[in-house]
């Protein structure tokens, strides 16, 4: 078309804006209703917290002096019987007695701040990102090899990967890990970890094998016709000239198997491992702040597929150098 | 140079059988240039395809220097470094630069050094006159430029024989010329080539001898002065009165 219709653009944007802004006040309205109560000032804390020193006073005495100096206070103690009175330095938020107050052995003055804490949320993620990266670096392998089974001559190579294909991509996800881990880890004797990104990268292997035999196959047969004309073997045709051509093919639909793994991968949380969703789980029954935590992991969740997918995008803009 | 003898390929599927190279005897001696014509599916391509063991042969014998092709101890890959091979649509490989197309298989078939295999390529390259282009990938050239390049490619092992299938078929006109003067320049420097095209000119001036293929057979055998003034065949007559 020669002429673009620019003008008749702005209203469906304005549509796009009123149907958000309805989406929002729905949902303020909905949660209006139900009198839940936002606490999102306790989110924080689970991502990192800074551990508090307590201070107690290391004998029975009075306090002589408190000099709060802007958030520090030095308290001044006196000991009973008489002696060297003792400086505790307490955060001034924290302190608990005035000018003249007796205190006891042991009784607490205060607290100073500790070091940094990683906070459970920040661990979830850590464990989500890393049982994701291990398992689709074997998920990785296992496609590439059973995918390369799967195209061979050989009768038994293809079979055993078409049995294995199929297996996987027929039975849900969430009965192969309970699989994994109640009998070929106990079999085993598995690290529910070791079980986790086993049944993981079991279960990308299939689907990355498909994709990659695909990948493979929608080179066109001149190249390898090419290869092998010149005196390459097999394998060196292979690693030469089909997988480089073939890798830049499979990049988005590989890329989408890894975004889905980051989300798949919430399913070890049902044998016990703290990724991102269990500790989810686990802060809200001490927190009660069911919604505003089950938002932000899906915030987490988006902000690392997001993230992933940016960088396979620029992966692929590289790769596309010699289009 | 090359020993064809009583060469049989038998295509089969979806219940019909081909015999696309239908008991073929020739040979080509050293330096010399044959080339192959025929209507279209007579087998041209498949008998080419037969000489560097492309395509698997049911019956007959195929001798290149000397070596049985299809002999129990023959390493296939041994005998194909000694056979080039250019196709219709040059098939370059198009992840690799015009330079890394020509080095490839100079590095991993030769085990040539990385500087040995550079200037051989560039050479090869400046030879079919296209050095300049030697850092682009193949996808910016055009057809003519993509099909010397192959040519460079294939001369870059080099061969004792080269096959050529409908090297200009896919070409627009004006660039057929600059690919036919590499090959005649090939041709005038002795090597053994075995060509399939219709470019009758190219026959006439370069072939010394000309063989006429129709339905898996080689019906016609001779100089090409023999051939396209006097051809004895009744179908070659034919063949030759649409193309000429
Ligand atoms: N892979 C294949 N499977 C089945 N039949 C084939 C195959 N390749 C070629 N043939 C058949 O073999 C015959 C010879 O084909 P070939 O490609 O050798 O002909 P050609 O002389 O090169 O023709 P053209 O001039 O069109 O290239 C044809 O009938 C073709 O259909
Ligand atoms: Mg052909």
Redesign the interface.
């Known amino acids: 078309m020669a002429l673009k219709h620019s003008s008749a653009q702005w209203p469906w944007q304005g549509l796009l804006v009123l149907i958000l802004l309805g989406l929002t006040i729905g949902l303020w309205i909905a949660t209006k209703r139900v009198n839940y109560e936002w606490r999102w000032e306790r989110i924080p804390q689970y991502f990192a917290y800074q551990e508090q020193d307590l201070q107690t006073a290391p004998f029975a005495g009075t306090v002589i002096k408190v000099n709060a100096n802007g958030d520090t206070s030095q308290v001044t103690l006196q000991p009973q019987p008489g002696g060297q009175p003792a400086v505790i330095t307490v955060e001034t938020a924290t302190l608990k007695v005035t000018d003249g107050a007796q205190v006891n052995a042991d009784e607490e003055i205060g607290a100073q701040r500790g070091s940094w804490q990683v906070g459970p949320l920040t661990q979830g993620l850590w464990v989500t990102i890393w049982i994701s990266f291990i398992s689709g670096f074997f998920g990785l392998i296992i496609g590439l090899i059973t995918g390369l089974c799967r195209i061979s001559k050989n009768p038994a190579l293809r079979g055993l990967s078409v049995l294995y294909i199929e297996l996987i991509r027929g039975t849900p996800l969430l009965v192969q890990i309970f699989i994994f881990y109640f009998f070929i880890g106990t079999v085993l004797h598995l690290d529910r970890i070791v079980a986790g990104i086993g049944a993981l990268a079991l279960f990308v292997g299939a689907y990355t094998a498909e994709i990659i035999r695909a990948g493979i196959q929608s080179i066109?047969k001149?190249?390898s016709?090419?290869?092998?004309?010149?005196?390459?073997?097999a394998a060196?045709t292979m690693t030469?000239?089909v997988l480089?051509?073939a890798f830049?093919r499979v990049l988005p639909p590989l890329a989408g198997q890894f975004i889905s793994l980051i989300k798949d991968s919430s399913l070890v949380s049902v044998i016990a491992i703290t990724d991102l969703t269990k500790s989810g789980r686990e802060i809200i029954t001490s927190s009660f702040a069911t919604f505003e935590i089950w938002f932000t992991v899906a915030l987490l969740y988006l902000v690392v597929t997001s993230v992933l997918s940016q960088l396979l995008f620029w992966l692929e803009r590289r790769f596309a150098?010699?289009? | 140079m090359i020993k064809v003898n009583k060469l049989i390929k038998i295509f089969e599927g979806r219940g019909q059988i081909v015999r696309a190279v239908d008991d073929v005897s020739t040979q080509v001696a050293k330096a010399e240039v044959v080339v192959i014509i025929g209507p279209s599916g007579s087998g041209k391509s498949t008998f080419l395809r037969c000489l560097?063991g492309?395509e698997e042969f049911d019956d007959g014998q195929v001798i290149i220097d000397g070596i049985d092709i299809a002999g129990s101890k023959t390493n296939l890959?041994?005998v194909?470094?000694e056979?080039?091979?250019v196709?219709q649509?040059f098939?370059?490989?198009?992840?690799?630069?015009v330079l890394e197309n020509v080095t490839?298989?100079q590095r991993?078939?030769r085990k040539r050094k990385a500087t040995e295999a550079h200037d051989k390529a560039m050479a090869l390259l400046t030879k079919v006159g296209i050095a300049e282009k030697a850092n682009e990938?193949p996808?910016r050239l055009s057809g003519g430029q993509q099909q010397r390049v192959?040519i460079a490619?294939?001369l870059a092992?080099d061969p004792k024989v080269m096959l050529f299938d409908e090297p200009t078929s896919a070409l627009d006109p004006e660039m057929v010329g600059e690919v036919l003067d590499v090959m005649k320049q090939l041709a005038r420097e002795g090597m053994t080539m075995a060509v399939v095209t219709h470019e009758m000119g190219f026959a006439r001036e370069v072939a010394h001898r000309v063989l006429f293929m129709d339905a898996g057979k080689v019906l016609e055998d001779a100089p090409p002065a023999e051939f396209f003034t006097a051809p004895k065949e009744p179908r070659a007559q034919a063949f030759l009165k649409q193309v000429l």
């Open positions: 066109p001149g190249q016709e090419a290869a092998r004309s010149l005196g390459m073997s060196e030469h000239i480089p051509q830049k150098r010699s289009d | 560097n492309l890959n041994a194909r470094r056979v080039g091979m196709f649509h098939n370059l490989f198009p992840h690799k630069t490839l298989a991993v078939v990938y996808s192959a490619r294939a092992m």
